[in-house]
């Protein structure tokens, strides 16, 4: 099952179709790499018509049910077919078929929740359906001519025709009436004349049937072979469900109109005839084989015992590649019996730190530690070497970094204005808190602590970095590009990792960094810039920042220097980043199985690089 | 709404930690984060931790001790020199692309890890009712690997703790993607509810989700999946959000809940593709705060670094019930929200929103059908939980009573200053302050 599944030909959908009750359904999605919305559906006809009746006929009439359900313009479609092969005296075949469970098919159609969720989208299967509607339309009258032309002939001719294939194929199919019995419907269609003959015929090659199969069984048996040819023929499903129609009205009267073998081979050819053969001719063969293979299955398996969820899970496991939730000791947390409690000993090792706690003391005595904390940096700043990290960055920069060291795009903004601002706006200062918790909140001890430079959490707070230090930096992000670890063992031994990231991050938002790769233009600057991927953030820091970027783009003969072409050129850096697909990102990395699954996804990761585009320009357009 | 008590844990180190080049996992996005919160004086409604680092037997709670130990050694210099026995173990533990090993892996792991562990002591020593760990939230690792950017479980370990104390836990996941490693940890069981809200098909990452899984054996029903579509906003979200917690709290009753809350679902993420605000990623926030049950807020996915800072600090203002403003404060990292510099950018997604009114609304029908068939199911035992034998924090508070004080330390520590509160404390007479600026 799964391997068949697994293929896209026509022929190997057939044999899918024969196994489960809701083949049809597989098949059809066979040949278009979707099979949820279609699966699932058909199984709940399928369990409402087993509720009503166990009869196999009344199994696969709901199948046509859900055909037409699911596909409201099959009905056209259908026509189609039938014109192609009503010839004279038929015209049950050109109607609608009115099958016995043709109230179910009136159920007017609604989506599943399964439908919605896997994107359930009719216009695909429309679209195929139309194309091979086109293809058909030139040639129902060369097609009916054929036939007339062969119902005049005699029977020997056309035993004659035909008789090859026959001859290999009886002994091995043991059911082989009843094929020939699916395709009495056509036989009466055509060459009525001849029905006497063909029954005779049929008659003698009964006995080959297996002995334990009743005469229900054969029938279904019939229906299911006439469809094996049928699919085979046309590579067409919904002519399937047409025809299929029309036998079920005959199944009553079926010992009285077996056809002769002859009849069936006609057919064959015929269609052989129709098609192209690069399209066809495998699908034959392969149904050649799968006759053979299908002639074997017992019959319970084909409408009986198959459970279609199974086939289902089966299916995607093997095409999706979908991943699962796994259940198993090996994936399961351990989950405690009941409820406990902390014993004596704390289950941690190692202790935390409380920080901060604002319920000891009112804001606004903390506000006022702050500012005179503030007061006294501004006041004694040679005494603070120490940058403090995350609060303080901005004002020690300013103070004493960033005029000789880091002239940070925020020292540049805000440096004119900092030591104003320092007064009117309160920095909020995590070693600062902390500071003032250690002392328990008496604010003079924290402020003597603080003027003798005893700080909390010195040990993680980065020291402020020295122009060598920088430019040593620098240079190994020219060379190295994120690798922060070449970057620490070939330039800046001095920084640990941790520093190296975090002064990136600063580093990277600065005028320093627009200057020093404006002035070092090479390829490496490309490359960082493709490194940087999505996240930069724009350019509108200021005008210093543009100017020095335009000038480095001029210089590279990317753009001219002008805003737009520099988020152009943002633009294609994003688009390189992201192609590197994370699974994350879009998921299917495992997936290129089907042309369908390839090119959604290149429509994903498309619209991703869209909207990232789209969100540098906006920025821009700014 | 009353007033919660929170606390917030960070570590200054887990910012500083780099994935590797190109790669759109930052955690550098948590010092940004930070950075925003403190100069916004948010910690004037909050308790700051440092927490501690979880230790790898603390992982081993959820964690297989091969992936543990192999987390422990591997850097990217022995998996270099190409030893077999590291390369070896890359696949096996699904470390490499996704998951690469940089420099720290296994620090960057426990001060996460630490912080969630922690979180979910305090909320069950009753010592606060929300914990803050943004750094947190890594919600797809598995028991005996790494996957999507997560190589310790740290909500997992996090509800094992809870469920110390706690009957049943609730878990909500508004990561854009689904939160499989949870949901998988807690399949079997009814005494964790997960409840994630992602987005599904087309095979996006990680591929798991489905509204058909539902857990299995005694947590059958107790796994909620909310697929969704691309491009949905804020509306939508919130008209699947509201009906479906809601049905969960009237359903499950949990007496904890952890909050997952993955930027990745705002509009513009790098990888997600959702059309959420600021806002309306933090109306859920908010929604959850409201419903007075003792939280474990943890950060998760996203990957446009400025809109996670946005998000996050939002979302630790709505969690504080505190205003602030749209202008972002001066801080070291301001020009990565050029050009706006404010805390909710318009959006302007160009993504369709995919979710018609009808589908969502199939999907909550859906949804509230299986969560009724949890109603009369919880199975744990009420027993109650006797008091610890020793708490620690209410020890060191009793220490300090001193019978000549009115109002003890300890009992002046319990109130809250309410907000409507003018006076500063017994000691404000009103004077002018002296140190004005």
Same mark, same amino acid.
């Given at each position: 099952?799964?391997?068949?599944?697994?293929?896209?030909?026509?022929?190997?959908?057939?044999?899918?179709?024969?196994?489960?009750?809701?083949?049809?359904s597989?098949?059809?999605?066979?040949?278009?790499?979707?099979?949820?919305?279609?699966g699932?559906?058909?199984d709940?006809?399928?369990?409402?018509?087993?509720?009503?009746?166990?009869?196999?006929?009344?199994l696969?009439?709901?199948?046509?049910?859900?055909?037409?359900?699911?596909?409201?313009?099959?009905?056209?479609?259908?026509?189609?077919?039938?014109?192609?092969f009503?010839?004279?005296?038929?015209?049950?075949?050109?109607?609608?078929?009115m099958?016995?469970?043709?109230?179910?098919?009136?159920?007017?159609?609604?989506?599943?929740?399964?439908?919605?969720v896997?994107?359930f989208?009719?216009?695909?299967?429309?679209?195929?359906e139309?194309?091979?509607?086109?293809?058909?339309?030139?040639?129902p009258?060369?097609?009916?001519?054929?036939?007339?032309?062969e119902?005049?002939?005699?029977?020997?001719?056309?035993?004659?025709?035909?008789?090859?294939?026959?001859?290999v194929?009886?002994p091995q199919?043991?059911?082989?009436?009843?094929?020939?019995?699916?395709?009495?419907?056509?036989k009466?269609?055509?060459?009525?004349?001849?029905?006497?003959?063909?029954?005779?015929?049929?008659?003698?090659?009964?006995?080959?049937?297996?002995?334990?199969?009743?005469?229900?069984?054969?029938?279904?048996?019939?229906?299911?072979?006439?469809?094996?040819?049928?699919?085979?023929? $046309?590579? &067409?499903? !919904?002519?399937?469900?047409?025809? /299929?129609? =029309? %036998?079920?009205? +005959?199944? #009553? @009267?079926?010992?009285?109109?077996?056809?002769?073998?002859?009849?069936?081979?006609?057919?064959?050819?015929?269609?052989?005839?129709?098609?192209?053969?690069?399209?066809?001719?495998?699908?034959?063969?392969?149904?050649?084989?799968?006759d053979? $293979?299908? &002639?074997? !299955?017992?019959?319970?398996n084909? /409408?009986? =015992? %198959?459970?279609p +969820?199974? #086939? @289902?899970d089966?299916?995607?496991?093997?095409?999706?590649?979908?991943?699962?939730?796994?259940v198993?000791?090996?994936?399961?947390?351990?989950?405690?019996?009941?409820?406990?409690?902390?014993?004596?000993?704390?289950?941690?090792?190692?202790?935390?730190?409380?920080?901060?706690?604002?319920?000891?003391?009112?804001e606004?005595?903390?506000?006022?530690?702050?500012?005179?904390?503030?007061e006294t940096?501004?006041?004694?700043?040679?005494?603070d070497?120490?940058?403090?990290?995350?609060?303080?960055?901005?004002?020690?920069?300013?103070?004493?970094?960033?005029?000789?060291?880091?002239?940070?795009?925020?020292?540049?903004?805000?440096?004119?204005?900092?030591?104003?601002?320092?007064?009117?706006?309160?920095?909020?200062?995590?070693?600062?808190?902390?500071?003032?918790?250690?002392?328990g909140?008496?604010?003079?001890?924290?402020?003597?602590?603080?003027?003798?430079?005893?700080?909390?959490?010195?040990?993680?707070?980065?020291s402020?970095?020295?122009?060598d230090?920088?430019?040593?930096?620098?240079?190994?992000?020219q060379?190295?590009?994120?690798?922060?670890y070449?970057?620490?063992?070939?330039?800046?031994?001095?920084?640990?990792?941790?520093?190296?990231?975090?002064?990136?991050?600063?580093?990277?938002?600065?005028?320093?960094?627009?200057?020093?790769?404006?002035?070092?233009?090479?390829i490496?600057?490309?490359?960082?810039?493709?490194?940087?991927?999505?996240?930069?953030?724009?350019?509108?820091?200021?005008?210093?920042?543009?100017?020095?970027?335009?000038?480095?783009?001029?210089?590279?003969?990317?753009?001219?220097?002008?805003?737009?072409?520099?988020?152009?050129?943002?633009?294609?850096?994003?688009?390189?980043?992201?192609?590197?697909?994370?699974?994350?990102?879009?998921?299917?990395?495992?997936?290129?199985?089907?042309?369908?699954t390839?090119?959604?996804?290149?429509?994903?990761?498309?619209?991703?690089?869209d909207?990232?585009?789209?969100d540098?320009?906006?920025?821009?357009?700014? | 709404?009353?007033?919660?008590?929170?606390?917030?844990?960070?570590n200054?180190?887990?910012?500083?930690?780099h994935?590797?080049?190109?790669?759109?996992?930052?955690?550098?996005?948590?010092?940004?984060?930070?950075?925003?919160?403190?100069?916004?004086?948010?910690?004037?409604?909050?308790k700051?931790?440092?927490?501690?680092?979880?230790?790898?037997?603390?992982m081993?709670?959820?964690?297989?001790?091969?992936?543990?130990?192999?987390?422990?050694?591997?850097?990217?210099?022995?998996?270099?020199?190409n030893?077999?026995?590291?390369?070896?173990?890359?696949?096996?533990?699904?470390?490499?692309?996704?998951?690469?090993?940089?420099?720290?892996?296994?620090?960057?792991?426990?001060?996460?890890?630490?912080a969630?562990?922690?979180?979910?002591?305090?909320?069950?020593?009753?010592?606060?009712?929300?914990?803050?760990?943004?750094?947190?939230?890594?919600?797809?690792?598995?028991?005996?690997?790494?996957?999507?950017?997560?190589?310790?479980?740290?909500?997992?370990?996090?509800?094992?703790?809870?469920?110390?104390?706690h009957?049943?836990?609730?878990?909500?996941?508004?990561?854009?993607?689904?939160?499989?490693?949870?949901?998988?940890?807690?399949?079997?069981?009814?005494?964790?509810?997960?409840?994630?809200?992602?987005?599904y098909?087309?095979?996006?990452?990680?591929?798991?989700?489905?509204?058909?899984?539902?857990?299995?054996?005694?947590?059958?029903?107790?796994?909620?999946?909310?697929?969704?579509?691309?491009?949905?906003?804020?509306?939508s979200y919130?008209?699947?959000?509201?009906?479906?917690?809601?049905?969960?709290?009237?359903?499950?009753r949990?007496?904890?809940?952890?909050?997952?809350c993955?930027?990745?679902?705002l509009?513009?993420?790098r990888l997600?593709?959702?059309?959420?605000?600021?806002?309306?990623?933090?109306?859920?926030?908010?929604?959850?705060?409201?419903?007075?049950?003792?939280?474990l807020?943890v950060?998760?996915?996203?990957?446009?670094?400025?809109?996670?800072?946005?998000?996050?600090?939002?979302?630790?203002?709505?969690?504080?019930?505190?205003?602030?403003?749209?202008?972002?404060?001066?801080?070291?990292?301001?020009?990565?929200f050029?050009?706006?510099?404010?805390?909710?950018?318009d959006?302007?997604s160009?993504?369709d929103?995919?979710?018609?009114?009808?589908y969502?609304?199939?999907?909550?029908?859906?949804?509230?059908?299986?969560?009724?068939?949890?109603?009369?199911?919880?199975?744990v035992?009420?027993?109650?939980t006797?008091?610890?034998?020793?708490?620690?924090?209410?020890?060191?508070?009793?220490?300090?009573?001193?019978?000549?004080?009115?109002?003890?330390?300890?009992?002046?520590?319990?109130?809250?200053?309410?907000?409507?509160?003018?006076?500063?404390?017994?000691?404000?007479?009103?004077?002018?302050?002296?140190?004005?600026?």
């Amino acid at each position: 099952m799964k391997l068949y599944w697994a293929a896209n030909s026509t022929a190997k959908c057939i044999l899918c179709y024969l196994a489960t009750p809701n083949g049809h359904s597989l098949s059809w999605r066979g040949g278009q790499g979707r099979n949820m919305e279609f699966g699932k559906s058909s199984d709940q006809s399928l369990h409402s018509a087993s509720e009503t009746s166990v009869d196999s006929n009344s199994l696969l009439n709901s199948e046509l049910a859900v055909g037409r359900d699911n596909t409201p313009t099959k009905r056209e479609r259908r026509k189609s077919p039938a014109t192609s092969f009503g010839s004279d005296n038929t015209s049950t075949s050109v109607q609608p078929p009115m099958s016995p469970t043709s109230s179910l098919a009136d159920i007017t159609f609604e989506p599943t929740i399964d439908m919605m969720v896997n994107d359930f989208d009719d216009e695909a299967t429309l679209n195929e359906e139309e194309a091979l509607a086109d293809l058909e339309a030139h040639n129902p009258e060369d097609e009916i001519a054929t036939l007339r032309e062969e119902s005049e002939m005699p029977i020997e001719e056309l035993l004659a025709k035909y008789s090859g294939i026959t001859d290999v194929e009886m002994p091995q199919l043991p059911t082989y009436s009843s094929r020939r019995a699916g395709s009495s419907r056509r036989k009466r269609q055509h060459q009525e004349v001849e029905e006497n003959r063909a029954i005779a015929e049929v008659q003698k090659s009964e006995p080959s049937q297996p002995s334990g199969s009743g005469g229900e069984h054969c029938i279904d048996l019939t229906i299911a072979q006439h469809q094996v040819v049928d699919v085979g023929e $046309l590579s &067409n499903l !919904t002519s399937v469900s047409a025809h /299929f129609n =029309d %036998v079920l009205l +005959e199944t #009553d @009267e079926m010992p009285a109109i077996l056809p002769p073998e002859v009849e069936k081979k006609h057919h064959r050819s015929h269609l052989l005839d129709l098609y192209p053969d690069e399209s066809f001719g495998e699908n034959t063969q392969a149904l050649n084989s799968l006759d053979v $293979l299908e &002639n074997f !299955t017992p019959l319970q398996n084909l /409408f009986g =015992d %198959v459970e279609p +969820e199974e #086939d @289902e899970d089966s299916d995607t496991d093997s095409d999706d590649a979908r991943k699962i939730i796994m259940v198993g000791p090996d994936y399961q947390a351990e989950i405690p019996e009941g409820l406990s409690q902390y014993g004596d000993i704390l289950p941690y090792e190692n202790e935390d730190q409380l920080i901060w706690e604002p319920s000891q003391v009112s804001e606004r005595a903390v506000e006022d530690y702050l500012t005179k904390i503030q007061e006294t940096k501004s006041t004694a700043p040679t005494e603070d070497s120490l940058t403090q990290g995350a609060g303080e960055v901005d004002e020690l920069n300013v103070d004493e970094v960033a005029t000789a060291v880091i002239p940070s795009s925020t020292a540049i903004q805000h440096g004119g204005t900092a030591s104003n601002e320092i007064e009117s706006v309160v920095k909020d200062n995590e070693q600062a808190l902390h500071l003032l918790v250690q002392c328990g909140y008496d604010f003079k001890e924290a402020l003597r602590r603080k003027r003798l430079n005893v700080m909390p959490l010195c040990s993680d707070a980065m020291s402020s970095w020295s122009e060598d230090e920088c430019q040593k930096f620098e240079e190994g992000i020219q060379k190295f590009g994120k690798d922060f670890y070449q970057i620490r063992q070939n330039q800046v031994r001095t920084r640990t990792m941790r520093e190296l990231v975090q002064f990136y991050y600063l580093w990277k938002k600065s005028e320093r960094r627009d200057q020093s790769f404006a002035l070092n233009d090479t390829i490496d600057h490309m490359d960082v810039f493709i490194n940087e991927g999505g996240d930069r953030a724009g350019n509108g820091n200021g005008n210093g920042s543009c100017s020095s970027h335009g000038s480095s783009n001029s210089s590279n003969g990317h753009g001219n220097g002008n805003g737009n072409g520099e988020y152009i050129q943002d633009g294609v850096t994003i688009r390189k980043s992201t192609s590197k697909s994370y699974s994350i990102m879009t998921g299917n990395n495992n997936n290129a199985a089907t042309a369908s699954t390839a090119n959604r996804k290149r429509k994903g990761s498309f619209a991703l690089e869209d909207d990232e585009i789209e969100d540098e320009c906006t920025l821009a357009d700014n | 709404m009353s007033d919660r008590r929170v606390s917030y844990f960070y570590n200054a180190d887990v910012g500083n930690f780099h994935y590797g080049a190109g790669h759109p996992m930052k955690p550098q996005r948590l010092a940004v984060t930070h950075s925003l919160v403190m100069n916004y004086g948010l910690h004037k409604k909050m308790k700051i931790y440092r927490p501690y680092k979880a230790s790898a037997q603390d992982m081993l709670r959820f964690h297989s001790d091969e992936y543990i130990a192999y987390l422990q050694q591997v850097t990217p210099q022995n998996i270099q020199c190409n030893s077999v026995a590291y390369t070896k173990y890359l696949a096996h533990f699904s470390v490499g692309e996704d998951c690469p090993v940089f420099d720290g892996l296994f620090d960057f792991c426990s001060m996460y890890t630490g912080a969630s562990l922690e979180g979910a002591q305090k909320l069950n020593q009753n010592h606060s009712d929300i914990c803050i760990n943004w750094s947190g939230g890594l919600h797809h690792a598995k028991k005996f690997e790494a996957s999507g950017f997560c190589y310790v479980n740290d909500i997992v370990i996090g509800i094992l703790e809870l469920l110390k104390y706690h009957p049943r836990v609730l878990y909500i996941d508004i990561d854009v993607h689904h939160g499989d490693g949870v949901q998988e940890a807690f399949y079997l069981t009814d005494r964790v509810m997960t409840v994630s809200f992602h987005k599904y098909g087309n095979y996006f990452f990680p591929g798991t989700g489905d509204m058909y899984e539902l857990g299995n054996e005694s947590g059958r029903y107790y796994s909620v999946n909310v697929p969704l579509k691309e491009g949905i906003d804020d509306q939508s979200y919130f008209q699947v959000f509201k009906p479906i917690i809601s049905a969960v709290m009237e359903f499950y009753r949990p007496t904890a809940i952890v909050l997952q809350c993955g930027a990745d679902s705002l509009a513009g993420d790098r990888l997600g593709c959702f059309s959420l605000s600021t806002r309306g990623h933090g109306a859920c926030v908010k929604f959850v705060r409201g419903l007075n049950v003792p939280t474990l807020v943890v950060g998760g996915g996203g990957y446009t670094l400025r809109n996670v800072a946005r998000c996050w600090t939002h979302e630790t203002s709505l969690l504080l019930d505190q205003e602030i403003a749209n202008d972002l404060p001066v801080t070291e990292y301001y020009d990565f929200f050029a050009p706006d510099f404010t805390l909710h950018p318009d959006v302007n997604s160009r993504q369709d929103n995919a979710n018609s009114k009808q589908y969502l609304e199939m999907i909550v029908k859906h949804v509230y059908e299986n969560l009724k068939m949890c109603q009369h199911s919880p199975s744990v035992q009420m027993v109650q939980t006797p008091p610890d034998t020793i708490d620690l924090e209410e020890l060191r508070m009793k220490e300090e009573t001193d019978p000549d004080v009115r109002v003890s330390q300890a009992d002046e520590d319990k109130l809250i200053e309410p907000k409507n509160e003018f006076y500063d404390g017994d000691q404000d007479q009103d004077k002018p302050d002296s140190v004005e600026s």
